[in-house]
């Protein structure tokens, strides 16, 4: 029997460089998000300078996904394409690369990619969490990492609500400035709650922009009592920004993983 084709693409570094797989962290409040920018701070940029601390003339890296300013990463999959004569072992370039890295941002791991991988057009899920300080007073261990939510929230009504928008919809009442096609399959939306934080789990291909955030307010109006589950429907079929809640700010956002189906 012979085996169809894999239609996916096999992507490989350009000649003479090699692909190294790195997972980095980042607290994201210093920075614009991963993507470089003029003028401004980003992961992206943190991240080249630290290969051009140990002498080579590495690619710029590319991330699983592009975090908005603000918004953090627990586990971010990269890849950089380095000469082949960069000569730091694998085994040795986390503990180089944190050497010229801030607080701010860390490689947790680093290893040789496997053929064909690229970070971003590879990547099958995008996961994230954002998380809420569900108590009446502000907790200083969580400030920057949590949104404060001092008032009671329904759990029950907040997954009802998630119920009747997971699944693939035309999501552009939920995204800002968007001028890509704005049909996307949410296949996780999950409120996870807890005695102190509560936790709202997104899972998806990908996502458009201030998507995630876009949701979560929305997901937060339902808590409040403000939005049933049918009219949480009907904010997503109206296609209407306006009718949604409004995005939450990006501190309580973190990406936390990625799968790769093929790695």
Request: hydrophobic share 45%.
């Amino acid at each position: 029997m012979i085996e169809p084709a894999d239609p996916r693409p096999d992507y490989q570094p350009p000649a003479g460089h090699r692909r190294l797989h790195l997972t980095v962290a980042w607290d994201g409040a210093p920075f614009a998000g991963w993507q470089s920018q003029p003028g401004v701070p980003s992961v992206q940029d943190t991240l080249h300078a630290a290969f051009t601390a140990l002498n080579t003339a590495a690619f710029r890296p590319v991330a699983a996904g592009r975090t908005d300013a603000g918004v953090h990463a627990e586990a971010m999959p990269a890849h950089v394409d380095v000469p082949d004569t960069f000569r730091v072992p694998t085994a040795k370039l986390a503990r180089a690369l944190n050497a010229h890295l801030p607080p701010t941002v860390a490689v947790l791991h680093a290893a040789e990619a496997p053929a064909g991988f690229h970070a971003r057009f590879s990547c099958t899920e995008r996961q994230y969490v954002y998380r809420l300080l569900a108590h009446p007073q502000r907790h200083p261990l969580w400030h920057g990492r949590a949104l404060h939510v001092p008032h009671p929230l329904d759990a029950t009504a907040m997954n009802a609500a998630a119920a009747a928008l997971t699944g693939t919809h035309d999501f552009a009442a939920f995204a800002t400035q968007e001028d890509r096609q704005t049909v996307r399959e949410l296949r996780v939306l999950r409120v996870q709650p807890g005695p102190l934080i509560w936790e709202i789990h997104v899972h998806g291909e990908s996502f458009l922009r201030h998507m995630v955030r876009g949701l979560v307010g929305t997901l937060l109006l339902a808590g409040q009592g403000r939005l049933s589950p049918a009219q949480a429907e009907g904010v997503l079929h109206s296609r209407q920004r306006s009718q949604a809640g409004a995005n939450v700010p990006a501190h309580g956002l973190s990406f936390t993983g990625a799968r790769y189906e093929r790695f």
